[in-house]
């Protein structure tokens, strides 16, 4: 199983991060505890944001829950996440995994910069 992550690398502060991260070799519709986003802030220890579970239901950290929304295109094996009214503290290299399998993707990095 293969993950990779897609998006800007460069959002402006106030706006919405937007990023893809595509499923090769396995279904978004299988893997027992869905597919999460997490990141990692420079210097800092990684943050779960959340998943998507095979039912379709989500699930997000509560610190980032009004914020975040995270989707799925099944005819793609994609699945999406999106934070709104980011801000400089949200620059991370965010990276999409299947948890219970440790499959992660390679990570990409997203700064939030004017």
């Known amino acids: 199983v293969q993950l990779r992550e897609s998006g800007p690398g460069l959002v402006k502060p106030s706006q919405t991060l937007s990023l893809t991260c595509t499923v090769s070799g396995g279904s978004i519709t299988t893997s027992y505890y869905g597919w999460s986003w997490i990141r990692q802030p420079p210097g800092k220890g990684l943050e779960w944001i959340g998943n998507?579970?095979?039912?379709?239901?989500?699930n997000y950290s509560p610190s980032l829950k009004s914020r975040s929304s995270i989707s799925r295109d099944t005819s793609n094996n994609q699945f999406s996440l999106q934070l709104s009214s980011v801000t400089p503290e949200d620059t991370a290299v965010y990276y999409c995994?299947?948890?219970?399998?440790?499959?992660w993707g390679q990570g990409t990095q997203v700064t939030v910069s004017s």
């Open positions: 998507i579970a095979p039912s379709g239901s989500t």
């Open positions: 995994a299947s948890l219970s399998s440790g499959y």
